[in-house]
């Protein structure tokens, strides 16, 4: 019985993933330095903490993370002021069902919680969330389970009663070692062998999430609250 969905909020509501891969590739190219997608897919999943951790034993420990994700944050904020927010196609529609059934929503991002508050507040999803969860708010995000396990706390609902949805590869392990339903939406990464075998669900589109739960509510699988 699925209780409560928890989403990711960087490749899954909004396409912000593909603005932050554009913008470190930009400023690895200025600052000459080599290699950067390895960095950058990486990276996707994982909170400040993890992230300069990867790129310094990546790189080495001379690589300049404070002075990189500074000029990175400029290059993408640029992006945004310039064409806005990149809402993900099915994200309201979807949203706007799971608050009509009356399911727990959450949502467990590796951003940090000032920056995922301000994102929901543009899109004006800020209504449709019971917790949200940034990833300053554990000590280690994704792939740890912390911000999967955090969230269904603040729910108060079982993991195994909860379904993430991901795009990530970490984001998968993260909801995956919390014990949690893993549904997948690839974005920019797509699923290996490894990956496929944690899954409840792949879909290609928020669209085939929201066709996905329509099936579970019709056969009673979904959690119905007493109003």
């Known amino acids: 019985m699925i209780e409560a969905i928890v989403f990711d909020m960087d490749g899954i509501l909004f396409d912000t993933e593909r603005l932050s891969v554009e913008s470190w590739i930009e400023v690895a190219e200025r600052l000459g330095l080599p290699d950067i997608d390895k960095g950058v897919y990486g990276c996707i999943g994982l909170n400040r903490t993890d992230c300069r951790i990867f790129l310094k034993e990546t790189y080495g420990q001379d690589f300049p993370y404070d002075y990189f994700r500074e ?36 949502l467990a991002s590796s951003t940090s919680h000032k920056t995922v508050e301000s994102h929901l507040q543009q899109a004006g999803f800020t209504g449709f969330f019971q917790a949200v969860i940034g990833g300053d708010m554990v000590e280690h995000s994704k792939p740890q389970p912390d911000i999967y396990l955090k969230a ?38 797509k699923p290996d062998p490894e990956i496929e075998k944690m899954l409840y669900r792949k879909c290609d589109s ?21 109003i």
């Open 71 to 106: 000029q990175t944050a400029a290059v993408f904020q640029r992006k945004m002021a310039k064409d806005g927010l990149p809402v993900m196609k099915g994200a309201g529609e979807l949203l706007a069902w799971l608050q009509e059934k009356g399911l727990k929503v959450a």
């Open 152 to 189: 269904c706390q603040l729910l108060d609902v079982e993991p195994g009663n909860a379904a993430a949805i991901e795009d990530s590869p970490n984001g998968i392990r993260s909801a995956y070692a919390a014990g949690m339903l893993p549904v997948m939406v690839p974005d920019l990464v």
């Open 206 to 226: 928020l669209f085939a999430v929201l066709e996905f739960l329509e099936e579970k509510d019709k056969k009673g699988e979904l959690y119905q609250p007493r």
